[in-house]
Protein backbone atom coordinates (compact mmCIF):
# COMPACT_ATOMS: atom_id res chain seq x y z
CA UNK A 1 0.00 0.00 0.00
CA UNK A 2 1.13 3.50 -1.17
CA UNK A 3 0.47 6.48 1.20
CA UNK A 4 2.04 10.05 1.96
CA UNK A 5 3.31 11.45 4.81
CA UNK A 6 3.28 15.28 5.16
CA UNK A 7 4.56 16.92 8.48
CA UNK A 8 4.86 20.13 9.62
CA UNK A 9 7.23 20.24 13.40
CA UNK A 10 7.60 22.63 16.30
CA UNK A 11 10.32 24.41 14.15
CA UNK A 12 7.71 25.52 12.17
CA UNK A 13 9.92 25.51 9.26
CA UNK A 14 7.92 24.14 6.40
CA UNK A 15 6.37 21.04 4.90
CA UNK A 16 7.99 17.40 4.92
CA UNK A 17 6.55 15.18 2.40
CA UNK A 18 6.86 11.07 1.85
CA UNK A 19 5.69 8.47 -0.21
CA UNK A 20 6.49 5.01 1.41
CA UNK A 21 5.06 1.78 0.41
CA UNK A 22 4.25 -0.15 3.95
CA UNK A 23 5.20 -4.02 3.01
CA UNK A 24 7.89 -3.64 3.21
CA UNK A 25 8.73 -0.37 4.72
CA UNK A 26 9.88 1.67 1.97
CA UNK A 27 10.67 5.36 1.22
CA UNK A 28 10.19 5.88 -2.34
CA UNK A 29 10.53 9.70 -2.43
CA UNK A 30 10.71 12.84 -0.28
CA UNK A 31 10.32 16.22 -0.36
CA UNK A 32 10.24 19.83 1.50
CA UNK A 33 8.42 22.63 1.07
CA UNK A 34 9.01 25.72 3.17
CA UNK A 35 6.67 28.31 4.92
CA UNK A 36 6.62 31.35 3.22
CA UNK A 37 7.40 33.88 5.90
CA UNK A 38 3.83 35.52 6.68
CA UNK A 39 2.81 31.79 7.49
CA UNK A 40 5.76 31.04 9.58
CA UNK A 41 5.06 34.37 11.36
CA UNK A 42 1.03 33.56 11.60
CA UNK A 43 2.35 29.95 13.05
CA UNK A 44 4.54 30.99 15.83
CA UNK A 45 2.23 34.07 17.21
CA UNK A 46 -0.03 30.88 17.32
CA UNK A 47 2.57 29.13 19.05
CA UNK A 48 3.60 31.45 21.00
CA UNK A 49 -0.13 32.07 22.63
CA UNK A 50 -0.09 35.41 21.06
CA UNK A 51 -3.93 37.16 20.97
CA UNK A 52 -5.71 35.57 18.14
CA UNK A 53 -9.13 35.76 17.38
CA UNK A 54 -11.55 33.14 16.32
CA UNK A 55 -11.79 34.75 12.88
CA UNK A 56 -7.97 34.38 12.63
CA UNK A 57 -7.40 30.92 13.99
CA UNK A 58 -9.76 29.64 11.27
CA UNK A 59 -8.11 31.65 8.62
CA UNK A 60 -4.79 30.33 9.65
CA UNK A 61 -6.16 26.62 9.62
CA UNK A 62 -7.77 27.20 6.22
CA UNK A 63 -4.11 28.97 5.36
CA UNK A 64 -2.46 25.73 6.33
CA UNK A 65 -4.82 23.64 4.77
CA UNK A 66 -4.19 25.52 1.48
CA UNK A 67 -0.22 25.08 2.16
CA UNK A 68 -0.38 21.88 2.54
CA UNK A 69 -2.70 21.07 -0.23
CA UNK A 70 -0.39 22.84 -2.68
CA UNK A 71 2.62 21.29 -1.16
CA UNK A 72 0.83 17.42 -1.83
CA UNK A 73 -0.42 18.46 -5.45
CA UNK A 74 3.22 19.74 -6.20
CA UNK A 75 5.04 16.62 -5.06
CA UNK A 76 2.77 14.10 -6.97
CA UNK A 77 3.31 16.05 -9.70
CA UNK A 78 6.77 16.45 -9.68
CA UNK A 79 7.80 12.76 -8.59
CA UNK A 80 5.12 11.55 -11.54
CA UNK A 81 3.05 9.69 -9.00
CA UNK A 82 -0.01 7.56 -10.10
CA UNK A 83 -2.18 9.37 -8.11
CA UNK A 84 -4.68 6.20 -8.38
CA UNK A 85 -1.65 4.16 -6.67
CA UNK A 86 -2.17 6.59 -3.33
CA UNK A 87 -4.29 4.92 -0.68
CA UNK A 88 -4.20 7.87 1.40
CA UNK A 89 -2.36 10.62 2.97
CA UNK A 90 -1.62 11.11 6.78
CA UNK A 91 -1.51 14.77 8.02
CA UNK A 92 0.06 15.40 11.05
CA UNK A 93 -0.81 18.99 10.97
CA UNK A 94 0.43 21.90 12.35
CA UNK A 95 0.99 21.67 16.24
CA UNK A 96 -0.50 25.09 18.08
CA UNK A 97 -1.33 23.74 21.34
CA UNK A 98 -0.45 20.68 23.01
CA UNK A 99 -1.92 20.42 26.34
CA UNK A 100 -1.93 16.78 27.96
CA UNK A 101 -2.05 17.53 31.34
CA UNK A 102 -5.05 19.60 31.46
CA UNK A 103 -8.29 18.87 33.52
CA UNK A 104 -9.64 18.14 29.96
CA UNK A 105 -6.54 17.03 27.71
CA UNK A 106 -5.95 18.57 24.03
CA UNK A 107 -3.46 18.52 21.26
CA UNK A 108 -4.48 20.97 18.81
CA UNK A 109 -3.04 20.48 15.32
CA UNK A 110 -4.41 22.99 12.23
CA UNK A 111 -4.30 22.52 8.48
CA UNK A 112 -8.53 21.97 7.92
CA UNK A 113 -8.04 18.15 6.66
CA UNK A 114 -11.55 18.10 4.71
CA UNK A 115 -10.22 21.28 2.19
CA UNK A 116 -7.04 18.72 1.83
CA UNK A 117 -8.66 15.84 0.75
CA UNK A 118 -10.94 17.88 -1.97
CA UNK A 119 -7.97 19.76 -2.84
CA UNK A 120 -6.03 16.83 -3.70
CA UNK A 121 -8.72 14.41 -4.07
CA UNK A 122 -7.51 11.87 -2.04
CA UNK A 123 -8.75 10.64 1.71
CA UNK A 124 -6.77 12.35 4.21
CA UNK A 125 -6.15 10.66 7.94
CA UNK A 126 -5.48 12.59 10.69
CA UNK A 127 -5.81 14.01 14.44
CA UNK A 128 -3.41 10.68 15.61
CA UNK A 129 -2.07 12.96 18.58
CA UNK A 130 -5.48 13.40 19.56
CA UNK A 131 -6.66 9.62 18.92
CA UNK A 132 -4.26 8.74 21.76
CA UNK A 133 -4.97 11.39 24.55
CA UNK A 134 -8.94 10.53 23.67
CA UNK A 135 -7.32 6.91 24.66
CA UNK A 136 -6.06 8.11 28.22
CA UNK A 137 -2.25 8.82 26.49
CA UNK A 138 -0.52 12.05 26.43
CA UNK A 139 -0.79 12.09 22.59
CA UNK A 140 3.39 12.35 21.95
CA UNK A 141 5.70 11.06 21.40
CA UNK A 142 4.15 9.15 18.57
CA UNK A 143 8.03 7.74 17.24
CA UNK A 144 8.85 5.34 19.01
CA UNK A 145 6.21 2.71 17.23
CA UNK A 146 8.00 3.16 14.05
CA UNK A 147 11.69 3.95 15.53
CA UNK A 148 10.95 0.27 17.37
CA UNK A 149 9.78 -1.14 13.37
CA UNK A 150 12.45 0.65 11.63
CA UNK A 151 15.27 0.22 13.72
CA UNK A 152 14.75 -3.38 16.66
CA UNK A 153 17.92 -5.52 16.48
CA UNK A 154 17.62 -8.60 18.41
CA UNK A 155 19.46 -8.94 21.77
CA UNK A 156 20.22 -5.00 21.38
CA UNK A 157 19.45 -2.00 23.02
CA UNK A 158 18.55 0.26 20.56
CA UNK A 159 18.46 4.33 21.22
CA UNK A 160 16.89 6.92 19.11
CA UNK A 161 16.90 10.29 19.93
CA UNK A 162 14.28 12.73 17.27
CA UNK A 163 16.04 16.37 17.53
CA UNK A 164 13.42 19.01 16.02
CA UNK A 165 11.90 21.56 17.89
CA UNK A 166 11.52 19.32 20.93
CA UNK A 167 13.59 16.30 21.60
CA UNK A 168 12.36 12.61 22.40
CA UNK A 169 14.11 10.26 23.03
CA UNK A 170 13.08 5.87 22.02
CA UNK A 171 14.73 3.01 23.88
CA UNK A 172 13.91 -0.62 21.46
CA UNK A 173 14.86 -3.45 23.11
CA UNK A 174 12.44 -6.22 24.51
CA UNK A 175 10.60 -3.71 25.67
CA UNK A 176 9.59 -0.03 24.06
CA UNK A 177 9.80 2.85 25.99
CA UNK A 178 10.03 6.67 24.65
CA UNK A 179 9.53 10.38 25.91
CA UNK A 180 9.62 14.02 25.15
CA UNK A 181 13.32 15.24 26.93
CA UNK A 182 12.40 18.86 26.48
CA UNK A 183 13.66 21.46 24.26
CA UNK A 184 15.57 21.36 21.27
CA UNK A 185 15.69 23.14 18.24
CA UNK A 186 12.68 25.15 18.93
CA UNK A 187 14.68 27.48 21.66
CA UNK A 188 18.25 27.52 19.52
CA UNK A 189 16.78 28.83 16.46
CA UNK A 190 14.36 31.40 18.09
CA UNK A 191 17.59 33.17 19.39
CA UNK A 192 19.93 32.48 17.00
CA UNK A 193 17.32 34.46 14.50
CA UNK A 194 16.64 37.20 17.11
CA UNK A 195 20.49 38.22 17.50
CA UNK A 196 21.41 37.39 14.00
CA UNK A 197 18.84 37.45 11.23
CA UNK A 198 19.20 33.72 10.40
CA UNK A 199 16.88 30.79 10.72
CA UNK A 200 19.34 28.61 12.81
CA UNK A 201 22.82 28.03 13.48
CA UNK A 202 24.74 26.75 10.44
CA UNK A 203 26.64 23.85 11.85
CA UNK A 204 26.18 24.97 15.55
CA UNK A 205 29.17 28.12 14.66
CA UNK A 206 27.96 31.00 16.32
CA UNK A 207 27.01 28.76 19.32
CA UNK A 208 30.39 27.11 19.79
CA UNK A 209 32.43 30.14 19.61
CA UNK A 210 29.96 30.93 22.84
CA UNK A 211 31.03 29.54 26.61
CA UNK A 212 28.91 27.90 28.60
CA UNK A 213 27.40 29.92 31.38
CA UNK A 214 27.19 27.44 34.18
CA UNK A 215 24.37 29.26 36.83
CA UNK A 216 22.23 30.04 33.79
CA UNK A 217 22.58 26.10 32.34
CA UNK A 218 21.79 24.99 36.35
CA UNK A 219 18.71 27.37 36.65
CA UNK A 220 17.27 25.66 33.20
CA UNK A 221 17.88 22.45 34.28
CA UNK A 222 16.40 22.85 37.61
CA UNK A 223 12.93 23.38 36.05
CA UNK A 224 10.51 20.59 37.02
CA UNK A 225 9.85 18.96 33.72
CA UNK A 226 13.26 17.68 33.52
CA UNK A 227 12.58 15.47 36.92
CA UNK A 228 9.27 14.47 35.90
CA UNK A 229 8.66 10.67 34.81
CA UNK A 230 7.91 8.88 31.93
CA UNK A 231 5.08 9.27 30.12
CA UNK A 232 5.58 12.59 29.42
CA UNK A 233 5.25 14.87 26.68
CA UNK A 234 5.93 19.08 26.01
CA UNK A 235 5.79 21.58 23.03
CA UNK A 236 6.53 25.28 22.26
CA UNK A 237 3.50 26.41 25.03
CA UNK A 238 5.84 25.43 27.76
CA UNK A 239 9.30 25.73 26.38
CA UNK A 240 9.50 28.95 24.76
CA UNK A 241 11.46 32.73 24.73
CA UNK A 242 9.12 33.11 27.81
CA UNK A 243 9.89 30.19 29.59
CA UNK A 244 14.03 30.99 28.63
CA UNK A 245 13.52 34.71 29.29
CA UNK A 246 12.35 33.99 32.52
CA UNK A 247 15.82 32.70 33.70
CA UNK A 248 18.03 35.63 31.76
CA UNK A 249 16.63 38.78 34.35
CA UNK A 250 19.43 39.13 37.00
CA UNK A 251 22.62 39.16 35.12
CA UNK A 252 23.35 40.57 31.33
CA UNK A 253 24.68 37.48 29.39
CA UNK A 254 26.63 38.07 25.98
CA UNK A 255 23.96 36.29 23.00
CA UNK A 256 26.25 34.10 21.58
CA UNK A 257 27.06 33.01 25.25
CA UNK A 258 23.06 32.17 25.35
CA UNK A 259 23.26 30.21 22.53
CA UNK A 260 26.41 27.99 23.39
CA UNK A 261 24.68 27.29 26.85
CA UNK A 262 21.36 26.33 25.24
CA UNK A 263 23.65 23.72 23.26
CA UNK A 264 24.71 22.46 26.23
CA UNK A 265 21.07 22.44 28.13
CA UNK A 266 19.59 20.00 25.08
CA UNK A 267 22.89 17.89 25.75
CA UNK A 268 23.07 17.64 29.71
CA UNK A 269 18.91 16.48 29.60
CA UNK A 270 19.62 14.13 26.97
CA UNK A 271 22.37 13.16 28.54
CA UNK A 272 20.54 12.87 31.83
CA UNK A 273 17.60 11.07 29.95
CA UNK A 274 19.77 8.33 28.19
CA UNK A 275 21.78 7.83 31.40
CA UNK A 276 18.93 7.24 33.34
CA UNK A 277 17.45 4.37 31.02
CA UNK A 278 17.78 0.65 32.43
CA UNK A 279 19.23 -1.06 30.09
CA UNK A 280 21.55 1.65 28.79
CA UNK A 281 21.18 1.89 24.71
CA UNK A 282 24.08 0.02 23.02
CA UNK A 283 24.06 2.75 20.08
CA UNK A 284 22.14 5.71 20.13
CA UNK A 285 20.87 7.16 16.47
CA UNK A 286 19.86 10.87 15.83
CA UNK A 287 17.25 12.19 13.74
CA UNK A 288 15.64 15.75 13.22
CA UNK A 289 16.95 18.91 11.95
CA UNK A 290 19.60 19.07 15.08
CA UNK A 291 21.49 16.35 13.03
CA UNK A 292 22.67 18.88 10.75
CA UNK A 293 23.95 20.75 14.34
CA UNK A 294 27.48 19.04 13.97
CA UNK A 295 28.71 21.24 17.65
CA UNK A 296 25.75 19.88 19.28
CA UNK A 297 26.31 16.03 17.54
CA UNK A 298 30.15 16.05 18.78
CA UNK A 299 28.98 17.49 21.90
CA UNK A 300 26.20 14.31 22.50
CA UNK A 301 29.22 12.06 21.40
CA UNK A 302 31.63 13.71 24.17
CA UNK A 303 29.00 13.04 26.76
CA UNK A 304 27.37 9.60 25.45
CA UNK A 305 29.71 6.12 25.73
CA UNK A 306 27.85 4.76 23.17
CA UNK A 307 28.59 5.60 19.59
CA UNK A 308 26.51 8.45 18.20
CA UNK A 309 25.39 8.54 14.92
CA UNK A 310 22.95 9.82 12.67
CA UNK A 311 19.60 7.63 11.35
CA UNK A 312 21.08 8.48 7.55
CA UNK A 313 23.74 5.57 8.26
CA UNK A 314 21.11 3.17 8.22
CA UNK A 315 19.85 4.34 5.21
CA UNK A 316 16.72 6.48 6.66
CA UNK A 317 17.00 10.37 6.20
CA UNK A 318 17.54 12.16 8.99
CA UNK A 319 14.61 14.41 8.04
CA UNK A 320 11.78 11.83 7.05
CA UNK A 321 11.10 9.89 10.26
CA UNK A 322 8.33 11.86 11.32
CA UNK A 323 6.60 12.52 7.41
CA UNK A 324 7.32 8.97 7.31
CA UNK A 325 5.39 8.11 10.90
CA UNK A 326 2.43 9.83 9.16
CA UNK A 327 2.38 7.69 5.66
CA UNK A 328 2.89 4.70 8.42
CA UNK A 329 0.43 5.47 10.55
CA UNK A 330 -2.05 6.38 7.88
CA UNK A 331 -1.35 2.69 5.58
CA UNK A 332 -2.02 1.14 9.56
CA UNK A 333 -4.85 2.76 9.92
CA UNK A 334 -6.13 1.60 6.45
CA UNK A 335 -5.53 -1.28 7.10
CA UNK A 336 -7.13 -1.48 10.67
CA UNK A 337 -3.87 -2.25 12.36
CA UNK A 338 -3.94 -0.94 16.09
CA UNK A 339 -0.90 0.30 17.33
CA UNK A 340 0.28 0.04 20.71
CA UNK A 341 2.26 2.61 22.61
CA UNK A 342 0.72 2.02 26.17
CA UNK A 343 4.81 2.10 27.18
CA UNK A 344 5.19 5.55 25.46
CA UNK A 345 2.27 7.54 25.79
CA UNK A 346 0.60 5.77 28.57
CA UNK A 347 -2.67 5.19 27.11
CA UNK A 348 -4.78 2.52 27.99
CA UNK A 349 -4.70 0.41 25.61
CA UNK A 350 -3.54 -0.34 21.91
CA UNK A 351 -5.38 0.95 19.06
CA UNK A 352 -5.92 2.68 15.31
CA UNK A 353 -4.40 6.04 15.19
CA UNK A 354 -6.15 8.53 13.16
CA UNK A 355 -9.23 10.11 11.67
CA UNK A 356 -10.38 9.24 8.13
CA UNK A 357 -11.49 12.08 5.76
CA UNK A 358 -12.76 10.56 2.66
CA UNK A 359 -13.88 11.40 -0.86
CA UNK A 360 -17.04 10.49 -2.06
Not at 162 to 190: H, Q, S, Y
Not at 322 to 332: I, K, P, S, T
Amino acid sequence: MKTLGVMSGTSADGIDIVLIEDEPLTLLARGYFAFDKALKSRVLAAIQNKPLTASEMAGLDADLGEAYSAAINHFITHNQIDKSSLRAIGLHGQTVAHLPDNAVPNSWQLGHPAWVAAQTGLPVICDFRRTDISHGGQGAPLAPALHEALFKQTGRTIGVLNLGGIANLTLINDNLMGFDVGPANCLLDEWCHQYTGKAYDDKGQWGQAGQVRQPLLEAMLSDPYFRKPAPKSTGREYFNQRWLRAFLTDNPIQPVDVQRTLIELVVQSVLRAVNNCQPSPDLLMVAGGGVHNHFLMACLQQGLKCPVFSTEKQGIGADDIEAMLMAWLAARHCRGLKTDLRSVTGCQKAHVYGIYYGIY
